[in-house]
């Protein structure tokens, strides 16, 4: 499957913004779909995931209560609405999908898109 992730932009502290991630090659049928995000100088970290076919949803405690993941069946696409948005948001953005059971570990992850750069000021 092929991701394609978009959506990034600059927002205030406390604004919001939405990304989107969309497959392309095939659905995301079984898959998991997580958000990552990598922050200049540190490594990637975990945002958020759902499974495809049940909707289950996992999130990181830094984001929980201010993130929120869901399915858009019609166009095959994840959405990561990020609201509250504070300055230590501010990363490249990437989805990523893996068969299996849900996981934070990005390198379990088999598919990536391409980051989006979401800014965050103050």
């Known amino acids: 499957v092929q991701l394609q992730a978009s959506g990034g932009g600059l927002a205030q502290a406390g604004g919001s913004l939405r990304l989107s991630c969309a497959a392309s090659g095939r659905t995301f049928g079984a898959y998991v779909v997580g958000w990552f995000r990598q922050a200049p100088g540190k490594e990637r970290e975990f945002v958020a995931a759902i499974s495809w076919s049940n909707g289950v949803r996992n999130y990181a405690d830094s984001v929980k209560g201010r993130f929120s993941i869901s399915r858009e069946y019609a166009k095959s696409t994840v959405l990561l609405q990020m609201n509250s948005l504070e300055t230590e948001d501010t990363a490249v953005y990437y989805c990523?999908?893996?068969?299996?059971?849900?996981?934070?570990?990005?390198?379990?992850?088999?598919?990536w898109g391409q980051g989006t750069q979401v800014t965050v000021s103050s």
């Open positions: 990523a999908a893996k068969t299996g059971v849900q996981t934070t570990v990005p390198n379990r992850y088999e598919y």
